[in-house]
């Protein structure tokens, strides 16, 4: 909501309370202090409508619970096995792909393979996908 100044016909003055959306006049005051109170007590009442809405919302959207419990989500651990099946190395010598190709072993764990490094999950499809390794 916005207050404007208007000057009428007779050369006095009042003040608008208009509001955001579309511009019309929801009440005119000859003094700025009553346009101004006029303003923060509609103000008022929108806030509290609006926060109503927002709760109703959130009630809605966890299942009519008022609260939402937030939990850590458990890291799922990946007990696939990795078969080497390149006869040596394909990676670029000195390279970050080479050094993770170095880590793997047969029969050792996804899991396990990705707490040895930070290594990204891509260079694990990377390899299953060109069949560098086989992962069960």
Same mark, same amino acid.
């Given at each position: 909501?916005?207050?404007? $100044?208007?000057? +009428?016909?007779?050369?006095?003055?009042?003040? #608008?309370?208009?509001?955001?959306?579309?511009?019309?006049?929801?009440?005119?005051? /000859?003094?700025?202090?009553?346009?101004?109170?006029?303003?923060?007590?509609? #103000?008022?009442?929108?806030? &509290?409508?609006?926060?109503?809405?927002?709760? !109703?919302?959130?009630?809605? &959207?966890?299942?009519? $619970? /008022? +609260?939402? !419990?937030?939990? $850590?989500? &458990?890291?799922?651990?990946?007990?696939?096995?990795?078969?080497?099946?390149?006869? !040596?190395?394909?990676?670029?010598?000195?390279? +970050?792909?080479?050094?993770?190709?170095? #880590?793997?072993?047969? @029969?050792?764990?996804? =899991? &396990?393979?990705? !707490?040895?490094?930070?290594?990204?999950? @891509?260079?694990?499809?990377? =390899?299953?996908?060109? +069949?560098?390794?086989?992962? #069960?």
């Amino acid at each position: 909501m916005i207050i404007r $100044k208007v000057k +009428k016909a007779d050369g006095s003055k009042s003040f #608008q309370v208009l509001s955001t959306e579309g511009g019309i006049a929801l009440a005119a005051f /000859d003094t700025l202090k009553a346009a101004e109170e006029f303003k923060a007590a509609e #103000q008022k009442k929108f806030d &509290a409508k609006l926060a109503e809405t927002r709760n !109703k919302t959130i009630e809605l &959207a966890n299942g009519g $619970k /008022d +609260k939402v !419990k937030r939990t $850590k989500k &458990a890291k799922e651990v990946d007990n696939r096995v990795i078969t080497v099946l390149a006869e !040596k190395n394909p990676k670029r010598p000195g390279s +970050k792909a080479h050094k993770a190709f170095e #880590q793997y072993k047969n @029969g050792m764990t996804v =899991d &396990a393979y990705k !707490k040895l490094g930070p290594y990204p999950e @891509g260079f694990i499809k990377y =390899d299953v996908k060109h +069949k560098y390794i086989q992962v #069960q």
